[in-house]
């Protein structure tokens, strides 16, 4: 039997996380091509009032007005925070707080600019060589995604995005180059983030248009482009063992529990359901096939999913080494006729009375992450990683240069004790980067004001400000926290 593990164990990757699309900028520059990121149009549906599912999908009609009007639509993705070019100053601060490892994510866009040239664009490799370069100056280890949210925009105008076969070769061949290029650099590696956000936006994760599939295909074309992604994912996995040996690869969703409303039979299975559709994800790339409840669901909602021969295979032989997850929130679930719809969804239309909500009205439940990576360790008994976690708030920036974000200190403690109760439930947890540890461009709402980091960036949501950065509160506490293994907390 496994000791009783008191605390986090020794060499634990405490640090923080990022994505290309959302801190970079730079967008036309380096030869990067454009990417489906760069056209995620601003629609909060917090800021209107509407808070009706994540609506941040784009349409075809809106991207081809998009294009012929960049000026007029420059979206906040496309300013990030500028690390493209400030990136020296960003890790340094990193260090400085102490971290072990820094979730970054590689722009495909910036490697194969339509993703469909036979050769890689030399200028956008070598600016990860310089992060990483940089990251190893300090003793972080980099923890790279290789499709945080965006792809070429090429690939979604010639082939509409995931639900083409077409894209698993580029795919393959863009991850080939990343993983041999940055073999001595990367040990750590996620093939797509958050691939269970596909239930509720095709675009963001996908890239797909979802107005050119018929309102009664969009069930099909969501599972069809997750396989191909699944696909996608276990030949990365697969070169990644080939060629980095050493490295460890995982995959990695969005995990919302589903609680049951009541305890009513009907609520709790509801509850057992959407909780496998959420998990449906990990429980084929880290098991290395569909799950058996999967068929009912398919044949229930007349879902054919088209798998060639040696597909299987490829699944079996693409198996994760770990999950890791992103963990803001819990929901409530009953009993409904549409609740396998809000699977996944960020949006719950039934408030839990026993959290409190952030100021986009996300349920604070830290219990729910000890909950989620005690299900997730018993489900698939790997290691386990949190690599997005946080509370996205307004902060105030005093006139003397302070943050004094102390909700967001009681905010990380709360889910770094639950952690610490995980780890002594028995979980293997391998690491926690916080989201957002610099501030950054929100994905959901494309606001800055949205801010999640120990870092501030003076930048207001219409792109104005100096850009400079600043040591908030939580950064000094968070510091104390990577030096004392957790215990100071
Ligand atoms: C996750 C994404 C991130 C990030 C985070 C916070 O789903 O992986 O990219 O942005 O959510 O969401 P938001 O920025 O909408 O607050």
């Known amino acids: 039997m496994k000791q009783l593990q008191a605390g986090f164990p020794k060499g634990f ?45 784009v349409t075809s009609k809106e991207l081809a007005e998009y294009k012929e009007n960049p000026e007029k639509y420059l979206f906040p993705k496309r300013w990030g925070i500028d690390f493209y070019h400030r990136y020296k100053e960003d890790i340094a601060l990193m260090a400085e707080m102490g971290f072990k490892t820094f979730r970054i994510s590689i722009s495909w866009a910036r490697i194969f600019p339509t993703g469909l040239e036979s050769e890689p664009n030399e200028e956008g490799l070598a600016f990860y060589d310089k992060v990483f ?176 021969e040696g597909d299987e295979e490829i699944l079996r032989e693409g198996v994760v080494d770990y999950v890791a997850i992103s963990y803001y929130m819990s929901h409530v679930t009953e009993a409904r006729e549409d609740a396998a719809k809000l699977a996944g969804s960020f949006d719950s239309p039934i408030k839990n009375e026993h959290l409190e909500l952030s100021q986009w009205e996300w349920p604070i439940d830290p219990i729910g992450l000890r909950i989620s990576l005690m299900k997730l360790y018993d489900r698939y008994e790997k290691p386990l990683f949190v690599c997005e ?22 905010y990380i403690r709360q889910h770094v004790e639950q952690m610490k109760e995980a780890i002594k439930d028995g979980v ?17 709402t494309s606001q800055m004001s949205k801010r999640y980091g120990f870092i501030y960036v003076d930048q207001d949501d219409e792109g104005n400000g100096s850009l400079e950065r600043y040591r908030k509160d939580s950064f000094y506490w968070y510091k104390e926290i990577i030096e004392s293994n957790g215990e100071n907390l």
Request: charged residues 20%.
């Open 133 to 308: 370069d940089e990251c190893a100056k300090y003793g972080i280890e980099p923890l790279v995604t290789m499709s945080h949210y965006e792809m070429p925009i090429t690939l979604t105008e010639k082939y509409n995005g995931w639900v083409s076969r077409e894209l698993i070769p580029l795919f393959e061949k863009y991850a080939r180059v990343i993983l041999t290029r940055y073999k001595s650099k990367v040990k750590y590696w996620i093939t797509f983030n958050e691939m269970n956000m596909n239930l509720n936006s095709l675009y963001t994760g996908a890239g797909v248009l979802e107005d050119l599939i018929a309102p009664e295909d969009k069930l099909q074309a969501t599972y069809q482009a997750s396989h191909h992604q699944f696909l996608a994912s276990a030949l990365a996995v697969k070169a990644c063992k080939e060629i980095i040996p050493d490295a460890q690869i995982g995959c990695m969703i969005n995990q919302i529990e589903s609680y049951a409303l009541t305890t009513k039979p009907e609520d709790q299975l509801q509850a057992l359901k959407s909780n496998q559709l959420n998990m449906f994800y990990p429980d084929v790339q880290a098991r290395g096939e569909y799950p058996t409840y999967m068929a009912r669901y398919f044949a229930d909602n007349d879902i054919h999913v088209v798998m060639e």
């Open 389 to 410: 976690n946080g509370l996205g708030a307004k902060d105030e920036l005093t006139e003397d240069g302070k943050i004094h974000d102390d909700y967001r200190i009681d």
């Open 428 to 444: 293997d947890l391998m690491g926690y980067t916080t989201w957002g540890c610099i501030d950054l461009i929100s994905c959901g």
């Open 13 to 57: 990757l405490w640090g923080g996380a990022t994505a290309a699309n959302q801190i970079e900028g730079a967008y036309n520059e380096g030869g990067k091509g454009l990417s489906t990121s760069d056209y995620a149009a601003y629609k909060d549906p917090y800021a209107t009032g509407k808070v009706d599912n994540f609506t941040f999908n």
